[in-house]
């Protein structure tokens, strides 16, 4: 894991002192710098982390949707058990065709991340049957499972139309997730946050 990382730093966490924060503001006739710092804190933006084996296709396109769509209300990183060392270049030429930015994307392994997750989505059956690191327990879990385009065999037309294909399933669920108050049931009802992002897998498209 990154040395960087610093755990117990999920948005539940952080909200949660924003709102003892706001708390304590009300009772305090001089709580101006304690609701500046309330107003930082509610400013953090939720983290989600799309997990494969790999890390070099699946997951890779859901990252990127994902951040091109949100506009800033979340954030995602892809990683994997098992990284492949390099993202596949079907999967990068599709991000670019589409519109989205491929700066930054890299096949890295889970204990290289940055941040610690509040979500944990798993695009691959593998990945989610495997023990995840112990800093990742705190984190809500879903599974979003679908086959791997690069196993796909066939005629170039085929293969990419395969690749085309998770990308479109990727989009039509990320789309779905952020109609969900996706901060508010983190700290509100997060087995509700749960329940439909487990929906969403199994029944989007």
């Known amino acids: 894991m990154s040395s960087s990382l610093t755990v117990g730093t999920t948005y539940r966490q952080r909200h949660g002192e924003s709102q003892d924060s706001e708390n304590r503001a ?13 107003g930082q804190a509610s400013m953090s933006v939720p ?6 084996t ?17 506009r800033g209300r979340l954030h995602a990183e892809s990683a994997g058990s098992h990284p492949r060392g390099a993202v596949h270049p079907r999967a990068l030429a599709l991000l670019r065709q ?12 889970w204990d290289d991340l940055d941040r610690i997750p509040d979500i944990v989505i798993t695009v691959c059956a593998r990945a989610a049957g495997e023990a995840c690191p ?14 791997d385009p690069a196993d796909v065999l066939g005629t170039e037309a ?3 139309a395969a690749f085309v294909t998770t ?12 109609e969900l108050p996706v901060a508010q049931w983190l700290i509100e009802d997060p ?15």
Request: glycine share 10%; charged share 25%.
């Open 134 to 147: 112990a800093y990742l327990g705190p984190a809500l879990r879903a599974h979003w499972g679908m086959d």
């Open 54 to 70: 790999g890390n070099s296709c699946r997951s890779i396109l859901a990252e990127a949707v994902l951040n091109g769509l949100a």
């Open 167 to 178: 990308y479109r399933i990727l989009r039509q669920r990320i789309e779905a997730l952020l």
């Open 98 to 109: 589409e519109g989205f930015s491929i700066a930054g994307l890299a096949s890295k392994s």
């Open 26 to 38: 009300c009772c305090n006739e001089a709580g101006g710098a304690v609701q500046e710092e309330s």
């Open 191 to 205: 087995l509700r946050l749960r329940r439909e992002l487990e929906h969403i897998g199994h029944d989007v498209p």
């Open 158 to 160: 085929e293969i990419e």
């Open 47 to 52: 983290e989600i982390l799309f997990l494969c």
